[in-house]
């Protein structure tokens, strides 16, 4: 793992560690050129020497050691030594270097070839590599991508003088032997050279810092990586239309200089140059160049010592480090060994290798990013509930219009959405979508969307990860692609049959039975499909996700709406609509201070996932809202049941991806379609399969766990209740599971599989182990026969000694080892009270072998009977789907119910259906996110007999308007899902749409003011809005100039009066109060308030107490300067607007009376006396003007 890259990269033959600083002390010119005839020698001398000290106070501040004249070639070819990993200390108080894991392990499992002392030679001549050779092949690690160095250790001499001043600096002490017969002036030479660099490695250790002067790595300095050489591996530069970053041209010459691994690296990172290569080499994962930059920064890894950016992590921690890496925006290529060194050999036997394939084959097995998670054996199921979706958004622009195609998946569960719809000029739909189901990865064609959807995908999906398919060539995608592949691969019918899932084949044309045409109205969709099973089989994951994928058909909700607005009483939808602009004005879905975080009191992640989409579409079949509500009462007076379930459900595992997972684990196609993970070859697996047994027996423990439901609510009536929790005899829909998990509970011994991490049948259960079992034990009873001949020969008690690999030596007594003959091979002795030999033989060797291969056979169909016991549980994937389905609604009507037991005031709220004129009857209403012991509840009544549908609420600025209007939104949002609501009283007709403009923001990324985000929002309103609607409208208006935003809202006013839908407006423009005071069509309210003061020459003294009550009438002020007092504002600055605001008051009222005097002449005699005390009021109002 601390092997070292091809020094090649570097770029001449002179290259050295002392070139990659900016630092470099002098070195010998001659030792460090390589020639012909001294190559070999001068590999043996460029090992380091130095002395290991153990002093704090002295640390040399290099970053990494230097390399200094060896002691002698016999030195270097001195005992063989294991690498092991040099960790550099993060402290100044700790100088010396830690040495962990070691690396023994490799040259066994997992290694690249070595190639011949020729060509090792050759290819450091050419790339101009300065490698530490040792005579010994053993010495040599063989599984490093990396040029091999000597094992001799380096040790970097510290001060360990603690008498001495800390000014004084230590040198560096080297011994150089200088070769015989070499003449004075080449020893004159060589000593001045040696003084050049102690004095340059002294003023390395006393001046350099590697905290003012950076290391500057290799890779850093290569040509074809600076900004301005840089190409994809097409050749094209960043500039150029097609340009590909994924990819990156490394240049031939470069590749053809490097040995084996190194080269077998470069070549998987320019076809992944956006990836984070995870390298495996024996049982770590090594990360190296750039790569190791990000290790460093991202994961706290510490550079290893070498001559290149390099660290790394072993095997067992993949799934800690690329989760880290993945949350934070990366993607990771897992790139996994698919041979052994044997297999190797034989593979360079077959062909005529090259030196470039004598290396161990390595593959990608899986690039994971946020958005193509899929837990497979190496990663853990998170703790995070929230699908990960992958977006592919396919856009058809029609000038003021679009037509899209989407396709959005969680790789996780295997669920694909797909749908096409048109969309208006805003996109309302398309950000509906976004907001029901926020992707965490878009994939597009590039330069293929509309300039509005560019601006989506700039603002609403600004945080997210992008990737850009194909646009054209052979890998463009298309409709017809896209069914083509899915009939050969996956829905290939045999005669008559049919197996295509309904949703695809109702995207097919009817007029072609073998499902290869597409439908019109769904090309696009089928288009998007393609594009993301284009990204998941680039991403190795295909054979993994599309065998579990389960289509469901996108429609938007408000598909409904396409007829203009209509008076009709009749309600067409099943859920109610709610918008992006809706979801984040009234703070419906999100972490903080939401509604779903207020009701969120569940136990299981898909019941969590279960209520965020309840939220998202509240139903409108009031016989299904009544279900839940009856439900939910049930719970509540069942309140030991509802304990005792919610005890049962909380240790319950994400059960919707753990199915997803165990599909995996069962999956065949994985090794029928050549996936390399197939090859894989893992050093951990055993541990791996313990992990997934225990996980799989901890599902099965929590299936049999929810066996216990029927029974605990046998006594329940409600019928949703019944249906979710009572088997089918029972009158019930939740499933009889006993069958399969009693098949489950004996196929395999639980407690041995969770010890052993293998599934062991029972004897005569599987043929194949049967088999396996008996030739196994056919050669331990040739083993024990052989055992007795041996002891007959020694003449005394003999054992078998060893394990694994060198198991079955033959351990003899040292009294009776004299009579070992030629063909006892000495493998080994111990000394002591017990002193032995041992022994093996040609039988030996060869029971060995035998055994091995009866154990790989044994160990093969164990393998393949875990796959098919994971196969069968996931035949049933129906039933266990519905038990899932049973259980989220129990959950969430649990935590429904929960809640409810925890508010003060809570009622069941009355639905109807069918009325001619919808309505609202609201008393003592509470905000459901707000302590209801702090918040003053409120009631309204809109649509009744008494009151118009049209509420014109006035009150003071920070009166409650706003929060009235959220109150009453979310209200109705909970009554439309079936809860129970924090409220006196409550009656209302079904909501088939709620409409928000609340608030005020502009939208800069998009080029859109204040004003005009107010106008696109309330333009929403006017085009889709139906009778059964419910509008919030905020101070509409306020943008834009008074008399235009005046204008606008009293225009928007009227067409709300006579659509008749339930609406609260609010607004300070009290020339509306006077537009509709006598309107039958709007009633007036108002947020009442106590003033104090009122009308004093100084408006400093003026008190305002919110009374945070909604009343009948208009308000006649909104008491801004209140506003400005509470702001702290000057007082000077108040009293000065206040007697430019009467001036301004003055001159209004005015031009009134003047319009009142003449309209009064033209008027009848008996109204004019009301007229008459009109214009005393204004008069008045007029005189109160005067400051």
């Given at each position: ?379 853990k199921i998170g703790p995070n509930h929230q699908p990960n979706y992958m977006l592919a958004l396919v856009e058809q622009d029609e000038g003021t219009w679009s037509r899209f195609g989407v396709c959005f998946i969680d790789t996780s569960i295997g669920d694909f959405h797909l749908g096409e719809f048109e969309d208006d000029k805003n996109c309302s739909r398309l950000l509906t979508l976004l907001s029901h189901h926020m992707p965490v990865l878009l994939l597009n064609e590039k330069s293929a969307l509309s300039q509005r959807s560019q601006q989506i995908v700039r603002t609403v999906l600004g945080g997210i990860l992008k990737e850009q398919v194909p ?197 065949k196609q994985i090794k029928q379609m050549d996936h390399p993970d197939s090859r894989a070859i893992l050093f951990e697996e055993k541990i791996y399969n313990k992990q997934k047994l225990l996980g799989f027996m901890a599902v099965l423990k929590g299936f049999n766990s929810l066996t216990k439901l029927p029974m605990m609510f046998h006594q329940c009536e409600t019928a949703l209740l019944k249906r979710i929790t009572q088997l089918p005899e029972s009158g019930g829909s939740f499933p009889d599971l006993s069958k399969e998990l009693k098949y489950f509970a004996t196929a395999f011994d639980h407690d041995a599989a969770a010890k052993t991490g293998v ?429």
């Amino acid at each position: 793992m601390s092997k070292k890259l091809n020094t090649s990269v570097g770029g001449t033959p002179t290259n050295t560690l002392f070139n990659y600083f900016t630092k470099s002390p002098a070195v010998d010119k001659k030792k460090l050129t390589p020639s012909g005839k001294t190559e070999k020698e001068n590999l043996h001398n460029q090992q380091a020497k130095v002395e290991d000290s153990k002093a704090k106070d002295s640390k040399p501040a290099a970053k990494r050691k230097l390399p200094i004249a060896g002691d002698s070639d016999d030195e270097a070819v001195s005992g063989q030594r294991k690498r092991k990993r040099i960790l550099q200390p993060e402290t100044e108080s700790e100088p010396e270097m830690d040495e962990t894991k070691s690396e023994e392990d490799f040259s066994d499992c997992a290694s690249d070839y070595e190639p011949d002392a020729n060509e090792a030679s050759d290819d450091s001549v050419s790339s101009g590599e300065e490698e530490v050779a040792s005579p010994s092949e053993n010495d040599m690690s063989v599984d490093s991508p990396t040029p091999k160095k000597s094992r001799k250790k380096s040790k970097i001499l510290y001060n360990n003088n603690n008498n001495e001043p800390s000014s004084k600096k230590v040198k560096l002490e080297t011994t150089v032997q200088l070769a015989e017969g070499s003449t004075f002036q080449e020893k004159l030479k060589h000593l001045q050279s040696n003084a050049k660099k102690d004095a340059s490695y002294d003023d390395i250790v006393t001046t350099t810092s590697t905290l003012d002067e950076p290391v500057v790595w290799p890779h850093q300095k290569l040509e074809f990586l600076q900004p301005d050489k840089i190409k994809d591996k097409a050749g094209r530069r960043p500039e150029h239309e097609d340009y590909d970053k994924s990819t990156l041209h490394v240049p031939e010459k470069f590749l053809n200089g490097l040995s084996p691994g190194v080269r077998q690296w470069w070549v998987l990172k320019s076809d992944n140059y956006d990836c984070v290569l995870f390298f495996k080499v024996g049982k770590f994962y090594e990360l190296y160049h750039m790569d190791a930059d990000v290790g460093v920064k991202e994961l706290g890894f510490t550079y290893m010592r070498g001559e290149f950016a390099h660290s790394g992590f072993p095997e067992i921690s993949f799934d800690k480090m690329s989760t880290i890496l993945i949350d934070r925006g990366f993607k990771v290529a897992r790139v996994e060994q698919t041979e052994t060194p044997d297999m190797m050999t034989e593979r360079c036997k077959r062909i005529k290798a090259t030196k470039f394939d004598k290396v161990v084959a390595r593959e990608i097995c899986q690039i994971t990013n946020r958005g193509t998670q899929v837990f497979g054996s190496q990663c853990k199921i998170g703790p995070n509930h929230q699908p990960n979706y992958m977006l592919a958004l396919v856009e058809q622009d029609e000038g003021t219009w679009s037509r899209f195609g989407v396709c959005f998946i969680d790789t996780s569960i295997g669920d694909f959405h797909l749908g096409e719809f048109e969309d208006d000029k805003n996109c309302s739909r398309l950000l509906t979508l976004l907001s029901h189901h926020m992707p965490v990865l878009l994939l597009n064609e590039k330069s293929a969307l509309s300039q509005r959807s560019q601006q989506i995908v700039r603002t609403v999906l600004g945080g997210i990860l992008k990737e850009q398919v194909p646009s054209n060539g052979t890998q463009a995608c298309s409709a017809e692609k896209t069914l083509k592949l899915l009939a050969e691969r996956y829905y290939a019918g045999n005669g008559g049959d049919d197996n295509w899932p309904l949703v695809l084949r109702t995207m097919q044309s009817d007029v072609d039975h073998l499902g290869l045409t597409p439908s019109d109205d769904y090309k696009l969709a089928l288009k998007a499909l393609g594009e993301c099973i284009f990204f998941i089989h680039k991403c190795k994951l295909e054979p993994k996700v599309l065998p579990m994928a389960r289509y469901q058909l996108y429609v938007p909700p408000d598909q409904l709406a396409d007829a203009k607005p209509t008076a009709t009483s009749t309600l067409r939808r099943s859920h109610m609509v709610l918008d992006a602009t809706t979801l984040s004005n009234l703070r419906i879905i999100g972490e903080d201070h939401t509604l779903l975080s207020s009701l969120d009191h569940c136990c299981t992640k898909f019941g969590k996932r279960l209520l965020h989409h309840w939220l998202c579409a509240p139903s409108c079949d009031v016989a299904v809202i009544q279900e839940r509500q009856d439900a939910i009462g049930e719970l509540i007076r069942m309140s030991a049941e509802l304990q005792e379930v919610r005890a049962l459900l909380a240790p319950l595992p994400d059960f919707e991806r753990n199915l997803a997972q165990i599909h995996l684990f069962g999956n065949k196609q994985i090794k029928q379609m050549d996936h390399p993970d197939s090859r894989a070859i893992l050093f951990e697996e055993k541990i791996y399969n313990k992990q997934k047994l225990l996980g799989f027996m901890a599902v099965l423990k929590g299936f049999n766990s929810l066996t216990k439901l029927p029974m605990m609510f046998h006594q329940c009536e409600t019928a949703l209740l019944k249906r979710i929790t009572q088997l089918p005899e029972s009158g019930g829909s939740f499933p009889d599971l006993s069958k399969e998990l009693k098949y489950f509970a004996t196929a395999f011994d639980h407690d041995a599989a969770a010890k052993t991490g293998v599934i062991a049948p029972q004897a005569g259960m599987d043929a194949e182990y049967d088999a396996a079992m008996e030739s196994i034990d056919e050669i331990e009873g040739r083993l024990k026969k052989y055992l007795v001949e041996q002891e007959r020969h020694f003449g005394c008690r003999i054992t078998y000694f060893g394990s694994d690999k060198k198991r079955y030596q033959l351990d003899v007594p040292e009294s009776h080892a004299g009579k070992a003959n030629k063909s006892y091979s000495l493998e080994g002795q111990t000394k002591g009270k017990k002193p032995s030999r041992r022994y093996t033989t040609a039988e030996t060797r060869a029971l060995l072998k035998d055994m091995q291969q009866a154990e790989d056979t044994r160990n093969m169909v164990l393998k393949d009977l875990a796959r098919r016991l994971f196969e069968k549980f996931s035949s049933h994937y129906d039933q266990w789907k519905q038990c899932i389905d049973c259980v989220a609604n129990l959950d969430v009507l649990g935590s429904l119910a929960e809640y409810a037991g925890h508010q003060m005031v809570i009622c069941v709220p009355e639905l109807v259906s069918g009325v001619d004129q919808p309505f609202i009857q609201l008393e003592e209403g509470y905000h459901p996110c707000v302590n209801a012991s702090t918040y003053i509840p409120n009631g309204l009544e809109l649509g009744t007999a008494s009151e118009a549908p049209l509420s014109l609420l006035t009150g003071p600025n920070m009166g409650g308007k706003s929060t009235l209007m959220r109150e009453l939104g979310l209200l109705v949002i909970m009554a439309q899902i079936g809860a129970h609501i924090p409220a006196a009283s409550c009656r209302l007709s079904l909501v088939d749409r709620i409409f928000t403009r609340l608030g005020a923001q502009d939208d800069i990324l998009a080029g859109h003011s204040t004003f005009l985000v107010e106008l696109n929002e309330t333009s929403l309103i006017l085009k889709h809005a139906t009778c059964h609607s419910l509008v919030l409208l905020d101070e509409l208006g306020r943008g834009t100039a008074t008399y235009d935003g005046t204008a606008i809202a009293a225009s928007v006013v009227n067409f709300l009066a006579n659509l008749k839908c339930r609406t609260l407006f609010s607004t300070h423009y009290h020339n509306l109060i006077d537009f509709f005071h006598n309107d039958k069509r709007i009633t007036l309210g108002h947020m009442a308030c106590m003033v104090e003061n009122e009308d004093t020459a100084d408006p400093t003294q003026e008190t305002v107490t919110f009374l945070y009550k909604y009343s009948a009438g208009a308000c006649p002020k909104s008491y801004g300067f209140n506003a400005a007092k509470l702001a702290g504002m000057p007082q000077g600055i108040i009293k000065r607007a206040y007697e430019l605001s009467k001036k301004v008051e003055a001159i209004a009222l005015q031009r009134k009376i003047t319009a009142k005097i003449v309209a009064a002449t033209a008027v009848k005699e008996d109204s004019k006396k009301e007229k008459l005390h009109n214009l005393k009021e204004l008069l008045k109002q007029l005189k109160m003007c005067h400051v």
